[in-house]
């Protein structure tokens, strides 16, 4: 037997039998679940990392899967904490995201064989975090297999994200050997309401105008408007991006009178039909919205999967007209297409705006307080970091010299 395995199996007081080392991280399954934690026995990986460093982490993400927010009449209220630590623990949710935390912060899930796992599992957690510790900061894990790391996999149209499944994970060694207990305040920390949106205003909401080629011209010349071209399959009934003003409850509310104010945040979706179709089926919309000016990210996938450990951002100041990009929320990479024919076209009849488009400025890595079920990171491949954002793509960037 090789040497280095020998020694690693003894490392965590195991012996390896007729154990043969799984395929490489490169053969795992190439689609993914977030709503799930991955099956078998795992724990985390960082190269370098102590075990003082996985610890923390795992207490941090923890954090914020516990302590979820909900919007309640406007009003945020404390989630999954409201519950009890306990039943938030019971919860397939909890669990993958704490995954879903750990690996957008750079952190590799390493599955260990069933016999040598189980064996780990039923140690007492005292006992068994001193066997991780030789282990997750290995650059190369010599036990098992790396079965995942950050891939970017919210922007691909194959990746499992709105999923309720049944499943609870409890064979991971990392969330066995942290104390769960007194877990740390979540990050970043929740901003407060602005005293003027709690509670919420009486009456009817003011809808959003519906505007066309043909009376888009009418709208005032200051009005900050983007537009977005998102575009599906059959398949993706009614599926798209929640789109919001950044910290924007934190400010004083927009007061909007008519139908052609501007609104702080708004859905982008494919249109809707009774059924669903078939993957050969083209569906897209295209959306125009006057907005307040500010930073505006993209915070969601409808309302399930939720961006707040790291989204892509850009900025709208008043008079500007903001193509978005159009994004295939069905294919292989979701994008945007920042091409601005789509954006073009809808302008015809209002040169003056047409002149002033231009393609959105996006950055990645924009955080905000977890609301929603899931949460995970989404990246615009090629647009730059937010300054100081360490999550997703950036995790693996080698600090500047």
Known sequence: MNARWTGAALALGLSLGGFVPEASAQNRPARVDLTRPSDGYTYYNRAGATIEDHDAAVRACAARAAGLNQMVDNVIMPGLVAQGLAAAQDGARFQANIENCMVVGGWRVVRLPDGIGQRLFRMKPEDLS??????????????????????????????????MPAYYGEDSLSLRSVDLEN????????????????????????????????????????????????VGTGRTNGEGLGIGRVGFRALPPVERRVE??????????????????????RRESLIAIPVVPGAYRIESR????????????????????????????????????????????????????????????????????????????????????????????????????
């Open 130 to 163: 001193p066997q991780l510790a030789t282990v997750v900061g290995v650059q190369t894990p010599e036990l098992g297999q790396i079965i995942r790391v950050f891939g970017n996999e919210a922007a691909r149209g194959d990746t499992i994200w709105g999923a």
């Open 260 to 281: 052609s104010d501007p609104v702080e945040g708004f859905y982008a979706g494919v249109r809707w039909t009774l059924f669903k179709g078939s993957d050969r089926e």
């Open 302 to 401: 409808m309302n399930t999967m939720e961006y707040c450990l790291g989204a892509p951002v850009t900025e709208v100041k008043a008079g500007e007209v903001v193509f978005l990009g159009t994004f295939d929320i069905a294919g292989p990479v979701m994008g945007p297409d920042l091409a601005l024919a789509p954006a073009e076209a809808f302008l015809v009849n209002d040169p003056a705006r047409r002149a002033r488009l231009r393609p959105a400025a996006w950055r990645n890595g924009n955080q905000s307080p977890c609301g929603l079920v899931y949460f995970y990171a989404l990246e615009i491949p090629g647009a730059p970091f937010e300054p100081g954002y360490v999550g997703g793509s950036a995790a693996a960037v080698p600090a500047a010299e």
């Open 183 to 230: 877990l740390p305040a979540a990050e970043p920390a929740l901003v407060p309401l602005h005293p003027d949106r709690q509670p919420p205003r009486p009456g009817p909401a003011i809808p959003v105008i519906q505007l066309t080629a043909d009376n888009v011209a009418e709208l005032p010349p200051e009005t900050a408007l983007v537009i977005i071209r998102v």
